[in-house]
C-alpha cells in the first residue's frame, strides 16, 4: 500500500509470499535488527480460528529439529497474526520445478521428516496434515534442510497433564482431518488419528515424490465427501507390490509398517530411517 504498514510495533510489512486454507502469508522486517519473518494473519471472525492454537503449538515442539520459531503472537486490523522464522520454497514447489527427483535425495529427505515427526511425537502431539506443502526448505541455505509449518490441525494423542494416551474414539469420525491424497486408510475409515497415520501419510508423500504422482491424483468429485470416499476405495483397492512396483522394498515396507501399527503403537522411527537407507545400497 501507499502507507508503511507495522505490525505489533515491530515488524514492517514488506510483501505478501502466500496464501493457504488458514490465511495469508507476508514477508515482515524486524524494524530494530532488520532480520526478515514471515507473518501468518487470519480474521478474527473466521469460523474455525487456528492461530492462537497454532502458536501454542510452535510453543511446545520450539527447540526440535525442523521446527520454526514463533517470534509474536497478537491481533491487528481486525486479524490474529503470528510470527514465525522466514523459510523458503516448499516440497511441493521443488515437486513442480523439477520432473526426476533422485534417490538418494528423497531418501535423505525422508529421513528428515522421519525425525521430525518423531520429535512432534515425542512431546504428545500428532501433527495431521503431512503433505509437501507443509515442508519447507531454508530461505537461504547449501543444504536442504526441511523445517515443517502450519500447525492449525495438530492435536493431542496424549493427555499433557498426565502424559497417558487418549483411548480411541469408538464413534466414527464423519469430517475427516487432513488432505485426502495423503490420508491413511484408518482415517478414510473414520478412525481418530494417532502417530501411525502420520507415518502412513509420510509414505504416500515419499511415493509422491519419486512417482511424480499416485492414483489416486486428480481425482474428480461433486464434493469434498465423495473425493475422500473415492480415494478411499482406490487405496484399498491398490497393491502396494503394484504401487510400489520398481522401486526399492523398503518403501513398500515403510507402508506396509504403517498400515500394521495399532493405535497406540510407538512407530519406530530408527526402523523407518534404516528402511529409508537400505533403499539406497539395493
Not at 185 to 190: A, F, I, Q, S, T
Not at 213 to 234: C, F, H, V, Y
Not at 251 to 263: H, P
Request: contains cysteine; hydrophobic residues 35%.
Amino acid at each position: 500500500s501507499s502507507r508503511d504498514v507495522i505490525v505489533g510495533d515491530q515488524w514492517l510489512v514488506l510483501s505478501r509470499i502466500g496464501e493457504g486454507s488458514f490465511g495469508e502469508v507476508f514477508e515482515v522486517q524486524d524494524i530494530d535488527t532488520l532480520r526478515l519473518y514471515a507473518i501468518k494473519r487470519e480474521p478474527l471472525d473466521v469460523r474455525s480460528p487456528q492461530l492462537k492454537h497454532e502458536s501454542i503449538m510452535y510453543d511446545i515442539l520450539a527447540g526440535g529439529r525442523g521446527i520454526p520459531q514463533c517470534q509474536w503472537y497478537g491481533e491487528h486490523d481486525d486479524f490474529a497474526c503470528i510470527v514465525i522464522d522466514l523459510l523458503g520454497p516448499s516440497l511441493r514447489e521443488l515437486h513442480e520445478a523439477v520432473s526426476f527427483i533422485s534417490l538418494d535425495v528423497i531418501v535423505q529427505l525422508g529421513c528428515q521428516m522421519i525425525s521430525i515427526l518423531e520429535h512432534i511425537h515425542r512431546r504428545g502431539i500428532v501433527y495431521r496434515d503431512v503433505k509437501p506443502d507443509n515442508f519447507l526448505f531454508p530461505s537461504s541455505s547449501a543444504t536442504p534442510m526441511l523445517s515443517v509449518v502450519d500447525f492449525g490441525l495438530a492435536t493431542w494423542w496424549r493427555n499433557p497433564a498426565t502424559n497417558k494416551p487418549y483411548p480411541q474414539s469408538k464413534r466414527r469420525i464423519k469430517n475427516k482431518t487432513g488432505t485426502a491424497r495423503y490420508a491413511s486408510l484408518n482415517v478414510h475409515r473414520g478412525k481418530t488419528h494417532s502417530r501411525r497415520d502420520d507415518i502412513e501419510s509420510l509414505g504416500y508423500l515419499l511415493l509422491d515424490l519419486i512417482l511424480g504422482s499416485l492414483p489416486w491424483t486428480g481425482i474428480q468429485a461433486r464434493n469434498s465427501k465423495a473425493g475422500w470416499d473415492r480415494m478411499k476405495e482406490l487405496k484399498e483397492e491398490t497393491l502396494l507390490t503394484d504401487l510400489c512396483a520398481g522401486l526399492p522394498q523398503g518403501f513398500l515396507r515403510f507402508i506396509d509398517y504403517a498400515r500394521g501399527l495399532r493405535f497406540s503403537d510407538q512407530p519406530d522411527y530408527d526402523y523407518l530411517r534404516q528402511l529409508m537407507r537400505d533403499s539406497l545400497d539395493r
